[in-house]
């Protein structure tokens, strides 16, 4: 918060050097009010002829600074919550996988659109107002006391007590705001999972329980806010009676000056104009002060998902991978005693060719997101070239490598930047990585080819298409490592076996692929398999070193192949 008021304080100067000069201004019509009256009890024609003139310039260059003062401010909104949003964008960005993935991405949404816009409500417009007010308030107490010390010192007494009343608030204002805060965070998650699951509502009849559902979390939200509201309510009213209790007095005490012929009626229409200019702006920072310290807990949120600026990268090494990457006593856990990876030993060569197998939950998408630098609080170590990847960069060390998993991520434009990812690549390089994937096989079926658009998430495209597409959007970047997380699982076994064993064929491509698929000859092809029993590596060797052992891989094997035969039979 702090660095864009700081990115926008020549803004932030302007608009407070306009609001200055209003609100003074403003306060000036009291002064004119009292001379226009006198001058008219006085019967003093020449006097109020130049009033009049006076007024009118007055009052054109109220409009013009009041205009400008309006224009500024506007633009400092725009200026601050553009700049809150990008920081918070760019934070989010700047967070390693590990901690991008412990909050739900309907939450960075919330703090994106509604916490912003509470901000924009509940600080920035609120500091603007009061900043304003009190400059009225400083005009109004000067032109006072030249009027009246007695007046003034009621004023103030009435002021203290105004102030004093409503700051016991504060505190249960801010425990309201953030409670809002915190239920519309969880109704917008809500809401995305009940929008994401579109398909398993339709096909499962899940509708009363989907409308139920929003419905509760509606209410919740719609009554939190209500909760802060009846306070905002209850602390808006209280400063209103106060206000107007502070008026009758001094109504009351100056038209009793009148009568014991202390004070002209010009001073009384001033006293009651500069009373209005003294007690609203005391009213408005008592209103908007709680809104303020109210959504500090919102502020805090917002400041730590907002990135700083970028720090630099002391001490961090470049990731060099030309010979081999070690994995040494390895374990890990995602929950404290609950371990999934245990003592993992294992030296993975530049170029070899990996197939990671094993019984599903036994720790093979962990153990290939440790390589790839997901998770960085693991026991044991792992190093690329025999340098620890602690001490590389984790930004570089994650481009080395793509990840393709079932699921694939598509954006929603074409097939081409779905793979070049605004990135300008040579015709050749193209086509070896469209051949090689796959991709080629079915977009030369499709009439706008390559720009053939893909909808959201790639909803256009078969599960195998996004998957061929993932392939070739490694492939053209030439990333020396590639895991395939069952990243062809998707496609038909002859086009799996086709990209498969053309990958295997690519020599400088370090290639994992996690696979339940026991096709003996294209295991046979990979250099090594790597089988993994309960977060341990159980053996690794060749396909059929592994398969003459007869130990836990080829039992492994036999069982696979007995499930694909019932499975065929049945
Ligand atoms: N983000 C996570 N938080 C907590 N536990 C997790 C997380 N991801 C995986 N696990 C647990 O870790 C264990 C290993 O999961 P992992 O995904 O590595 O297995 P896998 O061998 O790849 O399984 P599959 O073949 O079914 O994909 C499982 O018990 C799983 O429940």
Redesign the pocket.
């Known amino acids: 918060m702090k660095q864009s008021i700081r990115q926008n304080k020549m803004l932030l100067a302007v608009t407070l050097l306009f609001s200055i000069i209003t609100s003074a201004a403003g306060v000036l019509i009291a002064i004119i009010l009292q001379k226009v009256i006198d001058a008219a009890m006085q019967g003093d024609m020449l006097l109020f002829k130049k009033i009049v003139i006076l007024s009118v310039a007055y009052l054109l260059l109220l409009s013009l600074f009041g205009f400008m003062y309006a224009i500024c401010s506007k633009a400092l909104i725009r200026n601050l919550t553009l700049s809150l949003r990008e920081r918070v964008f760019r934070g989010v960005f700047r967070r390693n996988a590990e901690e991008f993935?412990s909050s739900n991405t309907a939450d960075y949404l919330s703090a994106l659109t509604n916490d912003i816009k509470l901000l924009e409500d509940n600080y920035i417009q609120p500091l603007l107002l009061t900043l304003q007010n009190v400059v009225v308030f400083a005009a109004s107490l000067i032109i006072l006391l030249y009027l009246s010390p007695l007046i003034t010192l009621i004023l103030v007494v009435c002021m203290i007590l105004m102030f004093t009343v409503p700051s016991l608030f504060g505190k249960a204002l801010q425990d309201k705001q953030s409670a809002v805060s915190a239920q519309m965070s969880i109704f917008t998650t809500s809401v995305k999972d009940l929008l994401s699951g579109y398909e398993v509502i339709k096909s499962y009849a899940m509708g009363k329980h989907t409308e139920q559902k929003f419905q509760q979390e509606n209410t919740a939200a719609a009554n939190t806010r209500f909760a802060a509201d009846r306070l905002f309510a209850a602390n808006e009213s209280l400063s209103e009676t106060l206000a107007i209790l502070t008026q009758f007095s001094v109504v009351f005490i100056a038209a009793y000056l009148i009568i014991s012929g202390d004070f002209s009626a010009g001073s009384l229409v001033a006293l009651v104009q500069l009373s209005g200019g003294f007690v609203g702006p005391v009213l408005v920072v008592m209103q908007n002060l709680p809104k303020i310290q109210g959504v500090k807990p919102v502020v805090q949120r917002i400041n730590d998902l907002a990135s700083e600026e970028a720090q630099p990268k002391s001490g961090l090494l470049e990731p060099v991978f030309n010979e081999n990457l070690e994995i040494s006593r390895l374990h890990f856990a995602?929950?404290q005693g609950?371990q999934?990876l245990s003592d993992i030993n294992l030296s993975l060569q530049k170029g070899k060719k990996y197939a990671l197998v094993?019984?599903?939950?036994?720790?093979?998408?962990?153990?290939v997101?440790l390589l790839s630098g997901y998770y960085d609080r693991y026991e044991g170590s792992i190093t690329l070239d025999g340098i620890n990847i602690k001490q590389l960069d984790p930004e570089r060390l994650q481009q080395m490598t793509a990840t393709i998993h079932q699921n694939v991520y598509m954006f929603d434009t074409d097939i081409k930047q779905n793979i070049c990812l605004h990135e300008e690549f040579s015709e050749e390089v193209m086509e070896t990585a469209l051949h090689t994937s796959g991709v080629h096989k079915f977009v030369e079926k499709m009439p706008s080819g390559l720009l053939t658009t893909v909808g959201e998430n790639g909803s256009q495209l078969s599960g195998g298409q996004r998957q061929r597409i993932a392939v070739a959007r490694a492939l053209i970047r030439s990333k020396p490592i590639l895991i395939l997380?069952?990243g062809t699982s998707a496609i038909d076994m002859q086009t799996a076996y086709e990209i498969e064993s053309r990958l295997l064929t690519l020599k400088e491509l370090t290639l994992m692929t996690?696979t339940?698929n026991m096709n003996e000859e294209l295991l046979g092809l990979y250099d090594e398999i790597i089988y993994?029993e309960n977060?341990r590596i159980a053996e690794v060797g060749s396909f059929h070193v592994l398969r003459a052992r007869g130990g836990g891989f080829a039992a492994f094997c036999s069982l696979h192949k007995g499930d694909v035969a019932e499975a065929l039979q049945a």
């Open positions: 993935t995602y929950q609950n999934v094993g019984r599903s939950g036994c720790g093979k998408s962990t153990l997101k997380d069952e996690i339940h993994m977060g």
